[in-house]
């Protein structure tokens, strides 16, 4: 049963995620179309009945004198079949670099849905851990107070406590529910289809970890940059293949002759050579203008995408930094202080020492601290996948 690692659900996801699919097909039918540019255009065959004499009488044909099979073949010159593959080929991989683009995008998400799934089981757990323990202490005031030796006050909030504590319980397993819908979603299954319960959340990068070093990562391996790169490969081969329709094409063909009256002449050929004539000035200056305009705004949807991953990577890496200071903050100093004040009181509420509220604050304190703390770390895995998004590739 997959879910119990986000790496069993990614592996599904490539298999599985309509999204994915959409995405693989679309580049395949783009590598097809490198396949069909760069070839000749399809002959022209034809066939034509001469020197037809019509009746005295009538317009009627009366006699046919010959039969002409004439096959047609333009040849484009000068590259241009060359510039219309290039053009195609890097439009093929731009179409590779959007499929990767998917694949990384759908892999954040499940990354980040993932870790809230995680947080789910995890936060119930602490809840029902918390449950015990004031579950433990409603039944100590309620003997104390038959006893006569405690206040019905203490009994009463005890109670409220726990009521509290299991409504915590149903919305963490609403949330659980929720998740792994989401999941289910995201792998394409049924919305019910059984997941099993998550394991452990990812481990974050080494501290020593630069940023420097993942802008060049990002530079390198980002779809984003790379599909515009390959968008600007393709406007320049458009550019130059519209410099080449200045330069005329060719067209050969070959006739076959048959004469109805073989008697008098017999079978003949012919042979023809034609050449375009490029004399549509103002439209070839029209698409000469567009062509430009496109190579330049392609290069500035270069900048653009470069500038947002940059903007975008920047913010992740430093939030995911901040992160990890508070986490460690949370785990190794807040949370052990709060489990030692509950502590503390519970053995003051034991002895007589303290009253019950003492003791419900600091348990309030601990089960505050321990959820931050997974908020945190599903904020931290947020932000890993967020970086590996824009990077292309896992930490």
Known sequence: MPGATVDQLLVLARRLNPDVAAAALESEAARARVDAAGRLPDPTFATEFKDIDRQRDSALPEELARVEYKIQQSFPLWGKLQLQESGARARAGAARETQRATELEIAARIKTIFAAYYAAFESGRVTRDLYGTVAMLADVTQSRYAQGLGEQEDAIRAEVEKTRLRTDLVRFGADQRQRAAQLNALLDRAQDAPLAAPEALRPLPDETLELAALLERARLANPTIGAAGSQITAAEADQ?????????????????????????????????????????????????????????????????????????????FWALDGLRRIGVLLKDVQLPESRLALQTALRGYEQGRSNLNAVLDTEQRVFETMLRLLAVQVEQQVRLAEIERLIGSDL
């Open 240 to 316: 130059a293949l519209v410099r080449k329709s200045w330069y005329p094409d060719v067209t050969l063909g070959v006739t076959f002759q048959q004469f109805v009256d073989q008697d008098k002449r017999s079978p003949g050929y012919e042979a023809m050579i034609g050449t375009t004539i490029p004399l549509q000035w103002g439209l070839r200056e029209a698409w000469e203008r567009e062509a430009a305009a496109n190579v330049a705004a392609a290069r500035r949807r270069q900048d653009a995408a470069d500038a947002r991953v940059r903007g975008d990577l920047a913010d992740a």
